[in-house]
């Protein structure tokens, strides 16, 4: 009784919050977060999501150790060519403290946070290639809860605009986040390049359900521009899960579960 009390409750929540689909302002960037939210829910305690959930998630494991062994046997060789150490100890004779070394600290610090961002996003942008005809079921199902008509997506005609699409934000991303490293002035384009991340992860989240319902490729990233403050709130969730292992694991489903639901709330209104 208590559970479907529970349950209850969390079906008038995500009704009153999800029901009038992406919105606008700081509510719509609130609304993108909790999507995810309820996203994950509804994977975890679903068990015809459950089941779609497991192969992706198992691939999505596998890419996630070679990700981590990458950047812990590469990433300081890589950063220690482009960033070279100055010379001279901590604490000098001559001065109480070697700025050029704190500096030096810090840039490696950021410059690592960057490469692990490159890495996360080239990481989702497989694991959605993997993943995606998995992804598209679940879509499915919550687009014909509401009644929503979809259509097949082939394989070809699905995978190819897609990878366009991701392209789309890595590759700006990907260019943002190096221009971040460059000393005194990087800080805006980290900002930059981790806002245009994030819509990645929001575009990857609408995306099943816009192409099942026959959007086209530029219809498709439109989308996520035209509602940017849930597209943000979306994608900020995504990039932060992604760096708790665990949580990481199940991101993307659960980010396309939610994003899926407030697409079909809202055609249901119109």
């Keep these: 009784m208590r559970g479907r009390a529970q349950d209850l409750g969390r079906r008038i929540m995500a009704s009153s919050l999800l029901g009038k689909g992406p919105r606008s302002g700081p509510t719509g960037f609130f609304v993108g977060g909790y999507a995810v939210l309820h996203g994950l829910g509804r994977v975890l305690f679903n068990g015809q999501f459950r089941k779609l959930m497991m192969v992706p998630m198992a691939i999505t494991l596998v890419l996630y150790l070679v990700l981590g062994l990458a950047t812990l046997f590469y990433g300081p060789g890589l950063l220690a060519d482009l960033i070279p150490r100055p010379d001279g100890p901590w604490f000098p004779d001559e001065q109480w403290f070697n700025f050029k070394l704190l500096f030096w600290f810090f840039g490696i610090i950021l410059a690592m946070g960057v490469l692990f961002g490159l890495m996360i996003l080239l990481f989702?942008?497989?694991a959605e290639a993997v993943g995606g005809s998995f992804y598209e079921k679940m879509s499915k199902i919550v687009l014909e809860e509401f009644g929503v008509k979809t259509f097949e997506v082939g394989l070809i005609a699905g995978s190819?605009?897609?990878?366009?699409?991701?392209?789309?934000?890595?590759?700006?991303?990907?260019?943002?986040?190096?221009?971040?490293?460059?000393?005194?002035?990087?800080?805006?384009?980290?900002?930059?390049?981790?806002?245009?991340?994030?819509?990645?992860?929001?575009s990857g989240a609408f995306n099943p359900a816009l192409q099942l319902t026959q959007h086209k490729l530029g219809e498709r990233v439109f989308y996520v521009f035209r509602n940017f403050s849930t597209a943000l709130?979306?994608?900020?969730l995504v990039g932060l899960?992604?760096?708790?292992?665990?949580?990481?694991?199940?991101?993307?489903?659960a980010s396309i579960v939610g994003?899926?639901?407030?697409?079909a709330a809202s055609q249901s209104r119109s």
């Design 124 to 126: 989702a942008t497989v």
């Design 160 to 202: 190819i605009p897609d990878l366009i699409r991701s392209l789309a934000f890595v590759i700006p991303g990907a260019f943002l986040g190096l221009l971040g490293l460059l000393p005194g002035v990087g800080l805006p384009f980290m900002v930059l390049g981790s806002v245009i991340v994030w819509l990645g992860f929001a």
């Design 233 to 236: 709130g979306i994608g900020s």
């Design 241 to 253: 899960s992604m760096l708790v292992p665990v949580l990481g694991l199940v991101a993307i489903p």
């Design 259 to 263: 994003a899926s639901e407030l697409y």
